[in-house]
C-alpha cells in the first residue's frame, strides 16, 4: 500500500470546507431533487435547442426530463472553472486551464468482468445510443453543490447491454491512464487509475447516470470528458471522470480515496449530514 505523505495531497482537499459547509445548507433541496427523481415523471420530447454557452459541440437531439426543473442551474463558468481533477492539476481552477492536453479522441470504453457479452465500445458509439435509451438532461445539485444541467445516459440501461451475470455484485470504473493526455499521472501522488466502485443496485438505480454533457453540448476536459459518472446521493469523489474501463466484480473493489485514506473516505459515500468528516 502507498504510504500518503502530509503536503502533496491533503484528503481534507477532496472537497473545500466552506464548500462544504455551503452544501450543508443546500442538502435539503438535493434530497427533494432526489424524491422527484425517484417519483419520475413522464419525460417530454425536447425539440427547443438549449441556450448553452457556445463552446463545445451542441449535442442533439436531447430526451429532456422535467427534474430539478424548479431549480435554477449555476453558472456554466463556476462548473467549469471549480473542479477536482487531480490529473489535470491539485487546485480547484488548475483542471480548467489544463483541459486541452486531454485528448479526448480516439476514446474507448472497455466493460469485462462478470458479464455475459463484455466488449469495448468507441464512445462515437455510446452518444449515438438509440435515442430512447439515450440522452437526457436533468438538473442535480451535486459536487459543490451545484445544480448542474447534465446530459448523460442511465447507467443501468447502458450496463444490461453487456448482460451482468449474477455473480456481478459490484461495478468497478477506472479513469484512462496516459501520462500525455493527464500530466497529472506524471507524479506518483495517487495510485492511479483512479477507480470507483458501486453496488451493483447502486449503478442499476434509475437516478445513477454517465455524463456526457453539460448544458446541452459535449462535456468539457476538466468535468471529466469524454464519459464521467455521476450518482446523485453521494459524494463528489463517487464521480469519476473520464472513464476507459468499467469491470463488473464479484468483491467490493476498493476506490481510490479510501486507499488513500480509509478512515475519511468509505466505500458507500452516500450523502449524510449528520456525519462529519473526520478532521474538518
Ligand atoms: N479521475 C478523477 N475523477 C475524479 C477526481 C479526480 O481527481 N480524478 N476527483 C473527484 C472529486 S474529489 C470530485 S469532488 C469530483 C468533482 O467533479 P466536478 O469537478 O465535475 O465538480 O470529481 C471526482 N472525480
Ligand atoms: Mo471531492
Not at 92 to 103: F, I, M, S, T, W
Not at 188 to 210: N, Q, S, T
Amino acid at each position: 500500500m502507498r504510504i500518503y505523505r502530509p503536503g502533496q495531497i491533503r484528503p481534507s482537499e477532496i472537497t473545500d470546507r466552506e464548500v462544504w459547509l455551503k452544501r450543508r445548507q443546500l442538502i435539503k433541496a438535493g434530497m427533494a431533487v432526489g424524491a422527484g427523481l425517484m417519483l419520475g415523471g413522464a419525460n417530454s420530447l425536447a425539440s427547443a435547442v438549449y441556450s448553452g454557452p457556445g463552446r463545445n459541440p451542441r449535442i442533439v437531439p436531447l430526451k429532456e426530463t422535467d427534474y430539478g426543473e424548479d431549480l435554477e442551474p449555476t453558472r456554466y463558468k463556476s462548473i467549469t472553472t471549480y473542479n477536482n481533477f487531480y490529473e489535470l492539476g491539485y487546485g480547484k481552477r488548475a483542471p480548467a486551464e489544463n483541459a486541452d492536453v486531454l485528448k479526448t479522441s480516439p476514446w474507448s470504453i472497455e466493460v469485462s468482468g462478470e458479464c455475459a457479452r463484455p466488449g469495448g465500445m468507441d464512445i462515437e458509439d455510446v452518444l449515438k445510443l438509440d435515442q430512447e435509451e439515450r440522452i437526457y438532461r436533468f438538473r442535480c445539485v451535486e459536487a459543490w453543490a451545484m445544480v448542474v444541467p447534465w446530459v448523460g445516459l442511465p447507467l443501468g440501461k447502458f450496463l444490461r447491454r453487456f448482460e451482468p451475470t449474477s455473480k456481478a455484485k459490484y461495478v468497478e470504473f477506472k479513469t484512462l491512464y496516459d501520462p500525455e493526455r493527464l500530466p497529472g499521472q506524471a507524479r506518483k501522488v495517487l495510485d492511479w487509475p483512479y477507480r470507483e466502485g458501486l453496488r451493483i443496485d447502486e449503478a442499476m438505480h434509475p437516478l445513477a447516470f454517465l455524463a456526457t454533457g453539460l448544458y446541452g453540448e459535449v462535456l468539457p476536459g476538466q468535468n471529466g470528458a469524454p464519459l464521467r459518472l455521476v450518482i446523485p446521493w453521494k459524494y463528489g469523489f463517487k464521480s469519476i471522470k473520464s472513464i476507459v474501463s468499467i469491470r463488473f466484480t464479484e468483491k467490493q473493489p476498493r476506490n481510490t480515496w479510501n486507499r488513500i485514506a480509509g478512515d475519511e473516505y468509505g466505500f458507500y459515500a452516500n450523502v449524510n449530514p449528520k456525519v462529519s468528516h473526520p478532521r474538518w
